[in-house]
């Protein structure tokens, strides 16, 4: 089966930081676009960061400079680093992944293109 699972969420104070992991299994990242989106109470998913197998990333404008993705090909792992943390943040934080056929250059925060979703992971910020 085709899987995400996040990891290390949790509560953190403003200001704090925070990393997220997202786990594979079924298939691999290589050639893949990855990324992470987020809810927050009340409000519609928004796409935080995305990362294409050149390692080209895209980020929202709300986290740039304060979060970044990255992936370890070995461990099969997507990441978020989430430094400078704001209460605005507080969400159920997903990782998804894009179909082969996207490219690089396709790999852009659009909730409709990835088809893989793992089930979220909670982070609080107070």
């Known amino acids: 089966d085709v899987q995400l699972v996040e990891s290390g969420g949790g509560s953190v104070q403003a200001g704090g930081s925070l990393r997220l992991s997202c786990a594979a299994s079924?298939?691999?990242?290589?050639?893949?676009?990855m990324a992470w989106f987020r809810q927050a109470p009340g409000k519609e998913r928004e796409g935080v960061a995305s990362?294409?197998?050149?390692?080209?990333?895209d980020y929202a404008g709300s986290v740039k400079g304060r979060f970044t993705i990255s992936t370890d090909f070995s461990k099969n792992t997507l990441f978020l680093q989430m430094n400078s943390r704001e209460p605005e943040d507080t969400a159920l934080y997903y990782c998804?992944?894009?179909?082969?056929?996207?490219?690089?250059?396709?790999?852009?925060?659009?909730?409709?293109?990835?088809?893989?979703w793992g089930q979220g992971t909670q982070v609080t910020v107070s």
């Open positions: 990362i294409a197998d050149t390692s080209s990333t």
């Open positions: 079924g298939f691999t990242f290589s050639g893949r676009c």
């Open positions: 998804a992944a894009a179909p082969y056929e996207v490219k690089w250059y396709q790999c852009l925060l659009q909730e409709g293109r990835f088809t893989v």
